[in-house]
């Protein structure tokens, strides 16, 4: 199956007060020092093609800081402000014919192991498929092309969880061993919590 892979990086990071897409990985291997925006990258370009990432706020800032510029596909999000689903559907509008489906995260998950993604995508297909750890899903998630235009065409004042519950019954589960699925480093403190668990 082909499967693209979508990364969202547009967000003002307001509570963080910095790009999360630049914080590094400090005293995590592969490497130290790694962003969390180049070690998703290089995850995903293992399993997707392409891997689509969007940017919008701080843009500039984000591309001159990583690594892996030529290993992802960069969309430019100019209504960022209006919040995730507008990347989102930015991201998909990007996708290309071929793909068929999406790998989904935000960039504020960064450690969720390689072997995660493989799992999600050895599924026999579902619509929506989703990692969990101790009973508690996250992220990334794999969604089936045939729901694309089930979220593009939601309204700014909607969110893609809207979506996800009318498809319950075409949602899978996978178990894994993977803490980073749960991740979700929003502000100073819960970057220093992730820091504090290496």
Known sequence: MSVAGLILSAGESRRMGSPKALLRRNGMNPPRGETFLDGLIARFSEVCAPVIVVLGHSEAEIRAGIRLTDEAVFVTNPNYRLGQLSSMQCGLRAMPEAAEGALFT??????VHAETLRRLLAEPRA?????????RSGHPVFFARSL?????????DRQARDVVRGHGAGTRFV???DPGI?????DP???????AAV
């Open 148 to 156: 694309f235009p089930e979220f593009l065409a939601l309204p700014p």
């Open 189 to 195: 403190e819960a970057y220093q919590r992730l820091l």
């Open 182 to 186: 749960l991740d979700d480093i929003d």
């Open 106 to 111: 935000l960039v504020d998950h960064p450690r």
């Open 175 to 177: 178990d894994v061993n």
């Open 127 to 135: 619509e929506i498929v989703k990692p969990r750890y101790e009973g």
